[in-house]
Nanobody, 122 residues
Framework: QVQLVESGGGLVQAGGSLRLSCAASARTASSAAMAWFRQAPGKPREFVAAITWSGDNTYYADSEKGRFTLSRDNAKNTVYLRMNSLKPEDSAVYYC???????????????WGQGTQVTVSS
């Protein structure tokens, strides 16, 4: 059973930064593509960023390029999403996901965390 646990969300002012973490169970973390999605109230779940199993390749939604950085530490079974220059429109529940390969659509990922709330005040 794959387990993903997110942490690091919270309330921050516009222009501020947060770092989200996703701790994965040992049996999956070193071999799966990992991703972050987010979902605001009344909106569909949207892709934020993804990283390959090796950590050599990362992928970002256009609105996050240059502001967000995704990295992974397989020794710690953890992926990190560093978010800078946050905007009110970044407010959402952020979900960590794991799958066999990098994909931009949420239904390609088999395993999900419970989500962590990010709120950016103006």
């Amino acid at each position: 059973q794959v387990q993903l646990v997110e942490s690091g969300g919270g309330l921050v002012q516009a222009g501020g930064s947060l770092r989200l973490s996703c701790a994965a169970s040992a049996r999956t973390a070193s071999s799966a593509a990992m991703a972050w999605f987010r979902q605001a109230p009344g909106k569909p779940r949207e892709f934020v960023a993804a990283i390959t199993w090796s950590g050599d390749n990362t992928y970002y939604a256009d609105s996050e390029k240059g502001r967000f950085t995704l990295s992974r530490d397989n020794a710690k079974n953890t992926v990190y999403l560093r978010m800078n220059s946050l905007k009110p429109e970044d407010s959402a529940v952020y979900y960590c996901a794991a799958g066999l390969k990098v994909a931009y659509t949420w239904y390609e990922y088999a395993y999900w965390g419970q989500g962590t709330q990010v709120t950016v005040s103006s």
